[in-house]
């Protein structure tokens, strides 16, 4: 990697060059002027770039000599399950019959894309131990969203519409209480305990009439399973509440626990995580979402059934809450997600929850000599710590996760989950081996060491990135969020 | 059991246990309780070798129909257009759709930059002031627009033309519902949004107008007056246009467009039985602050190089919690990259060429429709789609028509119950005047 700026492709256009190659008009010319007369014809063309096709491979190659992926190196990034994106996932994405098939044909032309789609939903079903499951929202949060919207359908169709309060514990994450808010909505907040899980105390004195639902995340962003998940069940299924569970972090119970039998209602994946759907630089991903029969009649629709031997959508749905989004979902991402799981089978699943829990307390013990480790307990997939120890000597979390840039490795999550001050929060994934996570412990141990012995090196990192720590004050205060040539700068 | 994509052998497992300080993986489990314990096998398929899953899953696209072996005359939201073969290996490049959402720019700038840039192209083609750097697809984006226009009106009213795509408008329903949002349709009249109809149901309380540009129909609105009307009443116009058909219309952020979203589909994205797409959302500085979704902006290092970070975050979920103007956290980023290249590679000339390639075949098969004795509804101006009236029901036609190797038009009975017997025909630049030719002869055929 080479420090130079890379030019934004706006300024290496040049008037005149060209990177497409369309067809010559084989019908009559029109008259664009009269066509489109009355105000509706363009003025002046876009600017968008004139290049070549070389240089648009040689801009787009340069950038992503600037980007760090799961195929460049290692990515324990705290809830994000950062692990590797099989390529027969992107072979299988691109077959044309896949590829190339419009939502809108008739469904008599589209059975293979339905039969997968149905497959897979009988497969996310037994996973998570839910009787229906929709593959419509593109997202988790877009997931938690509807779920939010089938409960609320549920209680408004049980005349109980005064159920307004949403419970989420501390340590949720941020998309939960923004999710309640969309759907109509307050939030609560659950307080943890001194060993990381939710209060049941703090519980029992929130839930009642008005609550609508619990939102929970099993095990929870600390990476720590409720163990008290069948009573706060029955606390909140007491007052008439429903249970939602959060699928951020499925990779830690699969084939192990399933949500359904913990007494969830609802359930939303992220196919992106679990199930290797890339993230694609920060989407697109895929949030299906389960529930029980009770909440069934209320999924959005269409509802895909399958009668005899044909694949059909159903619409007739009088209680669903609507449509989510146009047509049936990423279909795309739940396809490679499909792909994934068909690829593990059944003792695959398993195997990637006990090695991704296995790699996360190897971890964890490693490092636990050398900095806080705030719960104690065996965690699950992902565990956090804190930098407390090295905030006393002047080095931040933030610090230590810029030095391990230097290092060639992404950092954790860090600052998260909120209830533990100064968080570094750590997930490896199944699919890392114990030389990169020994590699990775190492180089933390050494960072520890640096906080104690040289702590400039690590308050200053990043040393050896194409650009050193950016000022984000600066781009909120005064933003930029395009290029504007610098002649109309000048003028402006 | 050994898999290609697990490392772990009996060595390191043994050699972690120690560590640990524990016998076996199962005492990491101990902690689920016992009566929620899963026992036994998921009862799933088993697993597949790559081959043999390669094989099955070919055989199963295999029996769908494609657009590359049929000759596609659906549209209706979804189009089969030119796409630079470039674009697949820039995508494909794994630095890119392996990386999460670049929260440390240190290592993300190529990422931040690319989208930095689709962000700049976006207001380019809309004549926006900001764009985001994607949202799911089309219609959330939509519903997302009127959400946020309740939000900052602080009216609880939206009007929606019956012209817009009819489930980008179930959308918008679904999202408004959760806001106590209403939602009106405001009818259509020959093809257009009804100003009469607009005027009456616009007051007080109209938070935003929701229309298309080009419309459902395939026909360009003049949302300027649209615009007018609704600003009069202190409602903010919303737009969802093509950005392809930008290439040559007037840009929504000149005709008075408040916030101006669509779908980035177009630009390089395959149909891909719909979705993933790319939602974008552009809007004015003014309302800069209360978007949903993450901008990247430009700033500076210690030494003064130029860089791009994710910013004005306060507005999301992460930093608001309950506070947040909307959740969501995922995007469509690959997709918006995607877009990005075909944009760069159509570049200014193309995007004129294509959208202007566009009107042309349709017109083309408009005057050949109508030459062979079909009628071709409204008479207003039309982008790349017509509505076709039919002597019998399209299912049947399109059944014929799928015989002879074409996918046809989108029903349009199944959602205007008053346009049964009408198909919608859409006639991008990859249909050639044979099969455009090929096509009217089928149909004369089947009709006559």
């Known amino acids: 990697m080479h420090k130079d700026n890379q030019p934004l492709i706006f300024e290496i256009t040049k008037a005149g060059r060209i990177g497409y190659s369309l067809p010559e008009l084989d019908v009559p010319e029109i008259d664009l002027s009269s066509h489109l007369s009355g105000g509706l014809l363009r003025e002046e063309s876009p600017e968008l770039p004139e290049v070549s096709e070389l240089d648009i491979m040689r801009h787009y190659t340069a950038l992503s000599n600037r980007n760090h992926g799961v195929d460049t190196g290692f990515y324990p990034l705290g809830s994000c399950t950062m692990k590797y994106n099989p390529k027969i996932n992107e072979a299988v994405a691109r077959f044309p019959g896949f590829a190339n098939i419009h939502p809108l044909q008739d469904e008599s032309t589209v059975q293979g894309a339905m039969e997968m789609m149905y497959d897979l939903q009988e497969h996310l079903e037994e996973i998570t131990g839910m009787d229906e499951v929709t593959l419509q929202p593109a997202a988790g949060a877009h997931g938690e969203w509807t779920a939010l919207m089938m409960i609320r359908a549920f209680h408004e169709a049980n005349g109980e519409s005064h159920r307004t309060k949403v419970l989420v514990p501390d340590s949720a994450h941020g998309t939960n209480p923004a999710s309640a808010t969309v759907a109509g909505f307050d939030t609560v907040t659950v307080k943890s305990n001194e060993f990381g899980l939710v ?61 359904g039998d913990m007494g969830f209602d609802a359930v939303h994946l992220n196919l992106h995580k679990t199930f290797t759907g890339p993230h694609g630089g920060g989407g697109p991903g895929s949030g299906p979402v389960g529930v029980t029969k009770e909440l069934a009649p209320f999924l959005p629709k269409p509802i895909l059934v399958k009668e005899d031997d044909r694949y059909t959508f159903k619409y007739d749905v009088p209680q669903s809450i609507g ?38 307390n190897y971890m964890m013990r490693r490092l636990e000599p050398y900095f806080d480790l705030p719960y104690k307990q065996h965690c699950k997939h992902e565990f956090v710590l804190s930098g407390r120890r090295q905030k006393k000597l002047g080095v931040r979390t933030l610090d230590m996760a810029k030095r391990l840039l230097d290092f060639g490795f992404h950092p954790p999550t860090i600052y998260f989950p909120l209830n533990v001050e100064e ?58 969020l395009r290029y504007i040539k610098e002649e109309e700068l000048v003028n402006a | 059991m050994k898999h290609r994509y697990i490392p772990m052998t009996d060595t390191d497992r043994d050699e972690m246990l120690s560590a640990i300080g524990i016998a076996t993986v199962d005492e990491l489990f101990e902690d689920i309780p016992e009566k929620v314990r899963f026992k036994g096998e998921l009862n799933i398929k088993p697993a597949k070798s790559e081959s043999s899953l390669t094989k099955e899953l070919a055989r199963l696209a295999a029996k769908n129909a494609d657009a590359r072996t049929y000759a596609s005359f659906l549209g209706a939201g979804v189009y089969d257009h030119y796409k630079p073969i470039i674009v697949d290996h820039v995508i494909s490049r794994s630095e890119f759709y392996t990386a999460y959402t670049p929260y440390q720019p240190e290592i993300s700038q190529g990422e931040l930059q690319a989208i930095f840039e689709f962000q700049t192209m976006i207001c380019e083609l809309t004549g926006m002031d900001i764009s985001n750097s994607s949202m799911y697809d089309g219609g959330t984006a939509l519903a997302e627009a009127g959400t946020m226009a309740a939000g900052h009106t602080r009216r609880t009213k939206i009007l929606v033309s019956e012209t817009v795509h009819p489930e980008a408008r179930d959308v918008v329903v679904s999202y408004a519902a959760g806001q106590f949002i209403d939602v009106l349709t405001i009818p259509q009249k020959d093809g257009v949004t009804d100003v009469a109809s607009l005027e009456e149901l616009l007051d007080d309380n109209t938070a935003a107008v929701l229309v298309q540009y080009p419309n459902f129909f395939g026909q360009v609105e003049d949302i300027q007056k649209i615009g007018d009307i609704t600003h009069d009443k202190g409602g903010l116009l919303v737009v969802s246009a093509n950005p392809l058909a930008l290439g040559v219309l007037t840009p929504p952020g000149k005709l008075g467009a408040d916030i101006t979203v669509g779908d980035a589909q177009p630009f390089g994205i395959s149909e891909q039985f719909g979705g993933p797409h790319c939602g974008y959302f552009a809007t004015t500085k003014k309302l800069m602050r209360k978007m949903p979704g993450r901008l990247v902006g430009e700033t500076t290092d210690g030494e003064g190089r130029r860089g791009y970070v994710l910013t004005l975050q306060a507005r999301e979920q992460h930093i608001r919690r309950d506070k947040a103007t909307s959740n969501i956290c995922s995007n469509q980023a690959l997709n918006a990259l995607a877009a990005s290249v075909a944009m760069t590679a159509l570049g200014k000339a193309g995007t004129k060429e294509i959208a202007y390639q566009n009107i042309a075949k349709t017109a083309y098969a408009k005057s050949m429709l109508e030459k062979a004795g079909f009628e071709v509804k409204y008479g207003g101006v039309h982008f790349n789609e017509i509505v076709v009236a039919l002597k019998k029901p399209v299912k049947e036609v399109n059944a014929k028509l799928l015989e002879k190797g074409f996918i046809g038009g989108y029903d349009l009975g199944l959602t205007y119950p008053e346009l049964s017997n009408h198909v919608l025909i859409a006639v991008t630049e990859q249909r050639t005047k044979e099969e455009i030719d090929a096509l009217v002869q089928e149909m004369e055929a089947i009709h006559a």
């Open chain 1, 423 to 480: 968080a570094i929060m750590i997930e490896p994934t199944e699919t890392e081996s114990k030389e990169t996570l020994d590699s990775f412990i190492d180089t933390m141990i050494q960072i520890a060491k640096e906080a104690e012995e040289n702590p400039e090196i690590v308050q200053e990192a990043p040393h050896t990135t194409v650009i050193n720590r950016l000022d984000e004050t600066k781009a909120a205060r005064q933003p930029v």
């Open chain 1, 323 to 360: 449509r989510v989004k146009p047509f049936y979902g990423n279909f795309g991402i739940y396809l490679r997600a499909y792909t994934y799981i068909r690829s593990m089978g059944p003792d695959g699943l398993k195997a990637v929850t006990e090695n991704a829990v296995l790699n996360a």
């Open chain 1, 199 to 259: 209060d049941i105390e703090d519980l029992q004195s929130k839930v009642g009439p008005d609550t609508a639902a619990l939102m929970l995340t099993n095990p929870n962003t600390l990476g720590l399973f409720e163990e008290d998940i069948l009573q706060m069940a029955e606390i909140v299924h007491g007052v008439g509440g429903k249970l939602y569970y959060d699928g951020a972090n499925l990779n830690a119970v699969m084939a192990k626990a399933r949500p």
